[in-house]
């Protein structure tokens, strides 16, 4: 189930589920890292607020606000900072049981923040494959984002890859796997120019920028930078600020959330 929080106050609904994967890649050597992005280490201003397990963030640029999911006994599920990191509030509800997943949607007919939750039913809005390894089929699909010309990402965690279709038919467009052997992706999030994916690899530790292609062939994954966090840390879920070109990443093992911004 995905439940539906209006900014204020709390209402349920059902609606999509959502997905995520993770990432890697060995660069040749001899190559040069361009470090694309840098921590924000102002950000936020109070950290010893996260009191549960951070495992999903969402950015809503318009409002310039960043909700913080957490799980765990008697925390607050939802805390809400600013893009500068000022706490504002928190919700705690007990109408969630098992939370996987956030998102902000911020538009002219609605401004809401939706929650999957793992731990009651779902209805099923569109749907694309079986479980496999071959095109379209999927083993454990964690992630999925939707760039500007009609692409849809779905990171394939299991199978170790990044499948892409076509937003409105559903074709299958192309799959990238060689990037993938050393884990999995367990999120994939566009930058605000959508020149890049920024892919989080949770059992290696890692934050990878990856180069978008232009429409087209597909082709092969490249990475043209990549973050390494310390050991334990496992970053989960991805969020990025469109406005600022920021990006958050909510960290289950360090149980916090980082701001990365764009390195000048």
């Known amino acids: 189930m ?4 209006k900014t204020g106050f709390c209402v349920a609904a059902t609606s999509l589920l959502g997905m995520l994967w993770l990432l890697s890649w060995d660069f040749p050597a001899g190559k040069t890292v361009n470090y694309v992005y840098r921590l924000d280490v102002s950000w936020p201003k109070y950290p010893e607020l ?10 809503d640029p318009h409002l310039n606000l960043v909700y913080v999911a957490q799980r765990g006994e008697k925390v607050p599920k939802v ?22 997943g956030i998102f902000a949607v911020n538009r002219p007919d609605q401004q809401s923040v939706w929650i999957t939750d793992v731990g009651n039913d779902f209805n099923v809005l569109w749907m694309h494959g079986e479980n496999g390894t071959g095109p379209t089929q999927f083993y454990i699909p964690h992630s999925v984002t939707v760039d500007s010309v009609g692409r849809v990402w779905v990171a394939d965690r299991g199978n170790k890859r990044i499948q892409v279709f076509d937003k409105g038919s559903g074709e299958w467009l192309g799959v990238w796997s060689s990037c993938f052997s050393e884990d999995g992706p ?14 989080a690899q949770l059992n290696i530790n890692r934050l990878n920028v ?13 990475v043209v930078s990549r973050i390494q ?3 334990g840390v496992r970053p989960h879920l991805v969020d990025v600020d469109v406005k600022t070109g920021a990006f958050y990443v ?3 093992g360090s149980e916090q959330v980082q701001k990365y911004i764009p390195h000048k």
């Not at 367990?186 to 892919?199: G, H, P, Q, W």
């Not at 292609?213 to 490249?222: E, K, N």
Request: aromatic residues 12%.
């Open 229 to 231: 966090l310390a050991d």
């Open 250 to 252: 909510a960290e289950i």
């Open 50 to 59: 996260f009191s549960g397990q951070t495992f999903a963030v969402a950015v």
């Open 210 to 222: 990856v180069a978008v292609p232009p429409i087209g062939t597909i082709g092969d994954c490249h």
């Open 2 to 5: 995905i439940s539906r929080y």
């Open 79 to 100: 805390l809400v900072f600013t893009e500068d990191g000022l706490f504002l509030g928190s919700w705690n509800t007990s109408t969630i049981e098992m939370p996987h």
């Open 186 to 199: 367990y999120s994939v999030r566009l930058t605000a120019d959508e020149k890049y994916l920024i892919v």
